[in-house]
């Protein structure tokens, strides 16, 4: 039996989630969660074979939580789920530690097959993304601005585009607002971009936000 942790922050996808997987005679729902941290926490006592993670959760963000799943002993495979399609998001996620990256509008057969297969060591990559992901992100030079972000440079970013502030930011990431300042003012100047409005619009046209 094939256990898997459903973090995500919308009740009703969540609640689909668990339908879905109940389905499913190899697989069953361990435990939940609706944020970042109460997903660390629930990891420390509910064993488990796959996290199914929702990439944008209040808090502490998908992204960041990648690396602390990953740090655990013995830690489970983690199968990002987002409404991002964007194959940088997907590129960035998979780099930091991720299994496989699946959208929200997955035909369910899919997500569970990428359970499966992530559960027993393997990687998946949503297939309308797999083709994107090899022009945009490996062959060509016309790559987005936010791809030379660094990893903490883009966690800032998306913050401020999801409205945060540089204290509240600060406080997230455990590091000064000094610190998120500059991360702030070098993300700026990479992206060429002179305002938070600026990187809303960013965002918007990116779909990243």
Same mark, same amino acid.
């Given at each position: ?6 973090? %995500?922050?919308? /009740? ?9 997987? !109940? ?5 069953? #729902? ?11 926490? /629930?990891?420390?006592? /509910? ?27 013995? *830690? *489970? ?8 399609? %964007? ?12 299994? !496989?990256?699946? /959208?929200?509008?997955?035909? *369910? ?8 297969? #992530?559960?027993? !060591? ?41 409205? %945060? !502030? ?38 918007? %046209?990116?779909?990243?936000?």
């Amino acid at each position: 039996m094939i256990r898997v942790l459903v973090a %995500e922050d919308h /009740t009703i996808v969540r609640e689909g989630i668990k339908q879905l997987i !109940g389905l499913a005679k190899d697989l069953c #729902v361990a435990g939940e969660a609706a944020n970042g941290e109460q997903l660390m926490e /629930t990891l420390r006592h /509910t064993p488990c074979e796959v996290v199914l993670l929702d990439i944008s959760m209040p808090g502490v963000n998908g992204l960041e939580a990648i690396p602390r799943i990953r740090a655990l002993g013995n *830690p *489970p495979a983690v199968l990002v789920l987002s409404m991002h399609d %964007e194959a940088q998001m997907a590129a960035r996620a998979l780099k930091i530690g991720a299994a !496989g990256y699946a /959208t929200k509008d997955s035909d *369910p057969s899919l997500l569970l097959a990428a359970i499966r297969k #992530v559960a027993s !060591g393997g990687r998946y990559i949503d297939p309308d993304l797999a083709d994107r992901m090899v022009f945009e992100v490996g062959l060509t030079d016309s790559r987005p601005a936010h791809t030379l972000l660094s990893e903490r440079e883009f966690s800032v970013f998306e913050r401020l585009v999801r409205g %945060e !502030g540089v204290n509240e930011i600060a406080q997230h990431l455990a590091i000064s607002s000094k610190t998120v300042s500059t991360h702030k003012a070098r993300l700026m100047q990479k992206l060429g971009l002179s305002s938070v409005a600026d990187l809303v619009k960013y965002a918007v %046209e990116h779909k990243l936000l």
